[in-house]
């Protein structure tokens, strides 16, 4: 019986990430605003800004993961924008009015240090 040599060192793989094709992410509602977090890391990285969208009630996801960059030294604010947009309303087959939300941010002075380890 031949005996099969094992190594058990961990493999040291970089992780590689799929590159961002657009400065934009659309919000939703119904996920947590930090899963959002890597994706705006790896466009400011790319594009040097990001637009952080969302309509109705994700506004308050974009308000958070903007304040998350912000506060991490990732990014800083360029410009909030809201408007009125006509949105789909599956519910009763027609359009409603919902809130439009924009938040561009930049990244900032020292966001190459700080991502030094982002592939």
Do not use: C, H, W
């Not at 190594?7 to 930090?34: G, L, M």
């Not at 994700?58 to 604010?77: C, I, K, P, Q, T």
Request: proline share 3%; net charge negative; charged share 30%.
């Amino acid at each position: 019986m031949e005996s099969q040599q094992q190594n058990n060192e961990p493999e040291t793989q970089e992780r590689k990430f799929r590159e961002p094709e657009s400065s934009e992410i659309n919000v939703s509602s119904k996920k947590d605003p930090k899963s959002y977090r890597l994706v705006a890391k790896l466009i400011l990285k790319k594009f040097g800004t990001v637009e952080l969208k969302s309509l109705g009630n994700a506004s308050e996801n974009v308000v958070a993961l903007a304040d998350m960059l912000a506060r991490n030294g990732f990014g800083e604010y360029v410009s909030i924008k809201s408007d009125i947009a006509d949105l789909d309303d599956a519910n009763n087959e027609g359009t409603r009015s919902g809130i439009k939300f924009v938040v561009v941010m930049k990244k900032t002075a020292n966001f190459e240090e700080l991502t030094k380890d982002l592939q």
